[in-house]
T-cell receptor
Framework: AQTVTQSQPEMSVQEAETVTLSCTYD???????LFWYKQPPSRQMILVIR??????QNATENRFSVNFQKAAKSFSLKISDSQLGDTAMYFC??????????????FGTGTRLQVTL | NAGVTQTPEFQVLKTGQSMTLQCAQD?????MSWYRQDPGMGLRLIHY???????DQGEVPNGYNVSRSTTEDFPLRLLSAAPSQTSVYFC???????????FGPGTRLTVT
């Protein structure tokens, strides 16, 4: 079974600063996806970024980037130039790569990020 | 194209009552799933389906039933609601073999 751990329940960052959210996972699988989801107060789940385990290059989406350390089973999210709209709960998630349909998404417990003026 | 829709948005039940949370999608996705979100526990998988007529249990299935008679719909049934089922419920879908999950807007359920 896979587990995902987010050890920072809450974080705060000032606008325009950079913040890094931590995530570690445990798996015996070799091919998998890792994700960061954002959940703003509206409750909607929004995919921020994904990383395929077979790719050595860290994924980047605009101000969001990851530091993927496969050997250490670590997957942190860096948010640069933080904006007030980044205030949200952030979930790290894991899914085994499977060409079929049965792969399930396993979530961490989340980190609540507050961006302040 | 409505994506993933869930009804109702909010619901209050008394202990022992039954109800069905509805989930519908118009993207022809094979995979559909139900999660519950509780404070400090993230999202946990309740049940999932890989296609019409096929369902299976997730991490926390007790107290919930599902069925999948069509590709579009995946209702979640609470037969006898308990206060422990107070939660926010999300339906999610994706293509077979795909990686991106599409989430519905969620249903906030309170059981008193």
């Amino acid at each position: 079974a896979q587990t995902v751990t987010q050890s920072q329940p809450e974080m705060s960052v000032q606008e325009a600063e950079t913040v890094t959210l931590s995530c570690t996972y445990d798996t015996s699988e070799n091919n998998y996806y890792l994700f960061w989801y954002k959940q703003p107060p509206s409750r909607q789940m929004i995919l921020v970024i994904r990383q395929e385990a077979y790719k050595q290059q860290n994924a980047t989406e605009n101000r969001f980037s990851v530091n993927f350390q496969k050997a250490a089973k670590s997957f942190s999210l860096k948010i640069s130039d933080s904006q007030l709209g980044d205030t949200a709960m952030y979930f790290c998630a894991f899914m085994v790569f499977n060409t079929g349909t049965a792969s399930k998404l396993t979530f961490g417990t989340g980190t609540r990020l507050q961006v302040t003026l | 194209n409505a994506g993933v829709t869930q009804t109702p948005e909010f619901q209050v039940l008394k202990t022992g009552q039954s109800m069905t949370l509805q989930c519908a999608q118009d993207m022809n996705h094979e995979y559909m799933s139900w999660y519950r979100q509780d404070p400090g526990m993230g999202l946990r998988l309740i049940h999932y389906s890989v296609g019409a007529g096929i369902t299976d249990q997730g991490e926390v299935p007790n107290g919930y039933n599902v069925s999948r008679s069509t590709t579009e719909d995946f209702p979640l049934r609470l037969l006898s609601a308990a206060p422990s089922q107070t939660s926010v419920y999300f339906c999610a879908t994706r293509l077979a073999g795909g990686y991106e999950q599409y989430f519905g807007p969620g249903t906030r359920l309170t059981v008193t």
